[in-house]
T-cell receptor, first 114, second 111 residues
């Protein structure tokens, strides 16, 4: 089975801190994604990557950046955390397909910014 | 822009009954659709997918129906069990490996 592992289940950070959320997948997937999930809003795409050192903005990239130095690892960076970034963050990966393929999700990191 | 709507935010069913979760989408160009199940404290889990050249696909106890004419899909769960209690998301493909998620429908199964 595909395993997507997010390094932390819960994080509490202070406003203005730089925050790193780490995600590792073990199935040699080319594609990796970061979403945030908020009540009533569903999953919203922050950034995604189709290959090492490649990144694309999703629907809500403001306040975030990403890093993909190795195929299996995709990091989400909050340059200066703010309270409106308190959320559940979900990492996902998928195999490169001609068009679409299922995403496999980690169990999420619940980030609280105080 | 793309929008995904779910007709019922919460669905309550009796254990053993069949459940039907509906989903409407707006982008007529979507040609790939996935249903996910998310249990409390976990990430979304893939249930079943369907491509637009099909109108029905069956899995274990689940069936997805796709009506492209009215841009509607549904997830049917047979003999619903307590373990089926979760939030269910439909996700139409929004382009190369991009999925658009709705807010989700909560399924509550009562004994």
């Amino acid at each position: 089975d595909v395993k997507v592992t997010q390094s932390s289940r819960y994080l509490v950070k202070r406003t203005g801190e730089k925050v790193f959320l780490e995600c590792v997948q073990d199935m040699d997937h080319e594609n990796m994604f970061w979403y945030r999930q908020d009540p009533g809003l569903g999953l919203r795409l922050i950034y995604f990557s189709y290959d090492v050192k490649m990144k694309e903005k999703g629907d809500i990239p403001e306040g975030y950046s990403v890093s993909r130095e190795k195929k299996e690892r995709f990091s989400l960076i909050l340059e200066s955390a703010s309270t409106n970034q308190t959320s559940m963050y979900l990492c996902a990966s998928s195999h490169r397909d001609n068009y679409n393929s299922p995403l496999h999700f980690g169990n999420g990191t619940r980030l609280t910014v105080t | 822009g793309e929008s995904v709507g779910l007709h019922l935010p919460t669905l309550s069913v009796q254990e053993g009954d069949n459940s039907i979760i509906n989903c409407a989408y707006s982008n007529s160009a979507s040609d790939y659709f996935i249903w996910y199940k998310q249990e409390s404290g976990k990430g979304p889990q893939f249930i079943i997918d369907i491509r637009s050249n099909m109108d029905k696909r069956q899995g274990q106890r689940v069936t997805v129906l796709l009506n492209k004419t009215v841009k509607h899909l549904s997830l049917q769960i047979a003999a619903t069990q307590p373990g089926d209690s979760a939030v269910y998301f439909c996700a139409p493909g929004g382009g190369y490996n991009k999925l658009i998620f709705g807010a989700g429908t909560r399924l509550a199964v009562h004994p």
